[in-house]
Nanobody, 119 residues
Framework: QIVESGGGEVQPGGSLRLSCRASRMITSTFWGYSTDWYRQAPGKEREVIARAPNSGSTDYADSVKGRFTISRDSSKKTVFLQMNSLKPEDTAVYYC????????????WGQGIQVTVSS
């Protein structure tokens, strides 16, 4: 029920916006989820790059700080990742993650979406 969109290929310096929507989730349930973006480059481990907790401030990995912005639209049950000033080293498969503050609710992963930065 988690669907990602917005990936693709872009030249260095370009921008992309990823979206991750929990289409079947009740809005009140969405409020309890923290939403993160991860990425996994070829031959590397999956790493968290942006966090948007259900309460509190966003946080970013040093590698993307100042270039990427995570945001949430609770009415649309969607988390976004705006990626600017993209670099070749940003090439990876990007995953969204939903983790609830209560263990009674399941954790969700998006299906993964390819982002390629190449000239």
């Amino acid at each position: 029920q988690i669907v990602e969109s917005g990936g693709g290929e872009v030249q260095p310096g370009g921008s992309l916006r990823l979206s991750c929507r929990a289409s079947r989730m009740i809005t009140s349930t969405f409020w309890g989820y923290s939403t993160d973006w991860y990425r996994q480059a070829p031959g590397k481990e999956r790493e968290v790059i942006a966090r948007a907790p259900n309460s509190g401030s966003t946080d970013y990995a040093d590698s993307v700080k100042g270039r990427f912005t995570i945001s949430r639209d609770s009415s649309k049950k969607t988390v976004f990742l705006q990626m600017n000033s993209l670099k070749p080293e940003d090439t990876a498969v990007y995953y969204c993650n939903f983790k609830h503050s209560s263990t009674q609710f399941p954790e969700y992963w998006g299906q993964g979406i390819q982002v390629t930065v190449s000239s």
